[in-house]
């Protein structure tokens, strides 16, 4: 079955950078767009990050553009976001989700999350 497993989360100060991670499994990741939303505490679901298959498109949306950096590794199966010069507003639970989240219903599998808390 389909499996994402995120990890690297944790707590960092303003200004700070900290890369988050995904470990797929149960499909051939290399086939897929892959996508980053994340959730902040007492809001909605926000799309953060899509990368293609091969790696070498990216789309942005204009809160994190500049400062997050999606990428993948298609023989580790694993997605990664670079976030750098975070902001107190980043502050929050980060997904992985198969598919082009971007497009409403485009992503149809999500992790279990990792939290980002941007503090001093």
């Known amino acids: 079955q389909v499996q994402l497993v995120e990890s690297g989360g944790g707590l960092v100060q303003p200004g700070g950078s900290l890369t988050v991670s995904c470990a797929a499994s149960?499909?051939?990741?290399?086939?897929?767009?892959m996508s980053w939303v994340r959730q902040p505490p007492g809001k909605g679901v926000e799309w953060v990050s899509t990368?293609?298959?091969?790696?070498?498109?990216?789309l942005y949306p204009d809160s994190v553009k500049g400062r997050f950096t999606v990428s993948r590794d298609n023989a580790k199966n694993t997605l990664y976001l670079q976030m750098d010069n975070l902001k107190p507003e980043d502050t929050a639970l980060y997904y992985c989700?198969?598919?082009?989240?971007?497009?409403?219903?485009?992503?149809?599998?999500r992790g279990q999350g990792t939290q980002v808390t941007v503090s001093s």
């Open positions: 989700t198969r598919g082009e989240a971007y497009v409403q219903g485009g992503a149809d599998y």
């Open positions: 149960g499909f051939t990741f290399s086939n897929y767009y």
């Open positions: 990368i293609n298959r091969s790696g070498d498109r990216t």
